[in-house]
């Protein structure tokens, strides 16, 4: 929503274009109503008639490439890598670092809450709210483990060029990013049915929390059932049944 540029996919015939445009040359649509992610203020935009310079417009496949322009001028590894690479990135991190924090949230909640039809004095005392704050912080470590799995098989192939992946390195990264954001998702959810009704008005961060980490499982790049389809045909060396780039 403050954003003072913006960047729109354009279909020209059968070439689709990325689109520098400023958003003050934009109509906003009020149309992002979601039950989780309502920060992202992912709305939509509308124009007509708006005519785009050509030093601000490129082919996706090149920009999207490993071998894209800005890689031919700048040494940094990050540049040489496929974009569908970071972007699949992006959404398994958000939900790592939403589990990082609701476990800290959680820890502090148990030091001062009673909980109703128990004896002790608060529910850090209990030993099975002990269990499962262990199981909760199991969970998100084992998110991060995951998540540092799949960046250590994007930066092994830092010194190719230009930088590519085998269909068993690209299974790697792409299980190992979905099995980060389950895990991220189960940890939120043991953190939440341990922590009483009162987490869930709106002025708490446990089920602002909650909200954002269920809408990000329904993310292309955290939907488990066709990461594991095509991850297991990747690692059995099947070859993938959609193109690799989406994938």
């Known amino acids: 929503m403050h954003s003072e540029w913006a960047l729109l996919a354009v279909q020209h015939g059968d070439v689709r274009l990325q689109c520098l445009v400023p958003v003050s040359d934009l109509e906003l649509l009020d149309v992002w109503h979601t039950a989780g992610l309502r920060g992202t203020g992912s709305n939509d935009l ?25 890689s031919r001028i700048h040494p940094d590894p990050s540049i040489h890598t496929p974009m569908a690479t970071f972007l699949n ?18 820890q502090e909640l148990m030091k001062v809450r009673k909980v109703k039809q128990t004896t002790q004095a608060r529910q850090a005392d209990s030993p099975l ?17 995951h998540w540092q799995e799949a960046v250590r098989v994007v930066s092994s192939s830092y010194d190719r060029r230009p930088v590519a992946f085998t269909d068993e390195e690209r299974a790697q990264y792409r299980l190992s990013l979905g099995l980060s954001g389950a895990a991220s998702a189960e940890a939120v959810r043991l953190i ?21 980490v269920n809408v990000l499982l329904n993310h292309a790049s955290l939907t488990m059932d066709p990461i594991l389809e095509q991850a297991g045909r990747g690692l059995l060396d099947l070859g993938f049944s959609v193109p690799a780039e989406q994938f």
């Open 46 to 70: 509308r124009t007509e008639n708006l005519f785009v310079p050509a030093h601000r417009a490129l082919e996706w496949n090149l920009l999207a490439a490993a071998d894209n322009p800005g």
């Open 89 to 106: 990135m992006v959404a398994p991190a958000a939900a790592l670092g939403a589990a990082e924090h609701a476990i800290d949230v959680f």
């Open 129 to 145: 709210a002990q269990a499962r704050f262990s199981q909760a912080y199991g969970q998100v470590a084992t998110a991060r483990l």
């Open 192 to 212: 939440l049915t341990g922590s009483g009704g009162s987490v869930h008005r709106l002025t708490h961060p446990l089920q602002r929390i909650q909200r954002d």
